[in-house]
């Protein structure tokens, strides 16, 4: 297995623009999360999803929109990308509430 | 504010000494907490996880301690290794509706040879 695997690695935005990160897990979990990595600090919750067509609000959503079509992908869309929102970003998955496993990150930079 | 905590933000220990990273809770409600390893330019990776009808439990060279009286979870890893070296995080997981993790800011290990 893969486990959970991101694209892209890295990412250079201007301010204004759009990118979707993506994220896919091959371990039929049924969540699936995505969390932002501040320098020096702990992660925090974007959006999760607890399953195909179920998608819902973590700490800090604004700014970000996400979709879970299929158990395996669960896309990150930045709409109008600020500098606030450079951060690193991490998806995670896991089979119910519990251990969650994280993919290696995209680090994104806005311009 | 942050429902958990870190006591030490970084932690320098010799190798072959004994580590022990401490976590702060403040959700008594919290029934599950887990422990990740972050190295550098990586995802967090699960190291091991007690559960809070449980006060300590064992993993290879790692031990979990759980006090629900004052609300501690700590970490303890036995003679440390220089690839021990990471950020570690606790998390805490409270049952609310689709439970999720919530983690604290981490403690850096750096480890000495």
């Known amino acids: 297995n893969a486990g959970v695997t991101q694209t892209p690695k890295f990412r250079i935005l201007k301010i204004g623009q759009s990118m979707t990160l993506q994220c896919t897990q091959d371990m039929n979990h049924n969540y699936m999360y995505w969390y932002r990595q501040d320098p020096g600090m702990g992660l925090k919750l974007i959006y999760y999803s607890v399953g195909a067509g179920i998608t819902d609000k973590g700490e800090v959503p604004n700014g970000y929109n996400v979709s879970r079509s299929t158990t395996e992908d669960f896309p990150l869309r930045l709409e109008l990308a600020a500098p606030s929102q450079t951060s690193v970003y991490f998806c995670?998955?896991?089979?119910?509430?519990?251990?969650?496993?994280f993919g290696p990150g995209t680090r994104l930079t806005v311009l | 504010g942050e429902s958990v905590g870190l006591h030490l933000p970084t932690l320098s220990v010799q190798e072959g000494d004994n580590s022990i990273i401490n976590c702060a809770y403040s959700n008594s409600a919290s029934d599950y907490f887990i422990w990740y390893k972050q190295e550098s330019g990586k995802g967090p990776q699960f190291i091991i996880d007690?559960?809070?009808?449980?006060d300590k439990r064992q993993g290879q060279r790692v031990t979990v301690l759980l006090n629900k009286t004052v609300k501690h979870l700590s970490l303890q890893i036995a003679a440390t290794q220089p690839g021990d070296s990471a950020v570690y995080f606790c998390?805490?997981?409270?049952?609310?509706?689709?439970?999720?993790?919530?983690f604290g800011k981490g403690t850096m290990l750096l480890v000495s040879p």
């Open positions: 998390a805490e997981n409270t049952p609310s509706g689709y439970s999720t993790l919530t």
């Open positions: 995670a998955s896991s089979y119910a509430e519990g251990e969650q496993f």
């Open positions: 007690i559960r809070s009808n449980m």
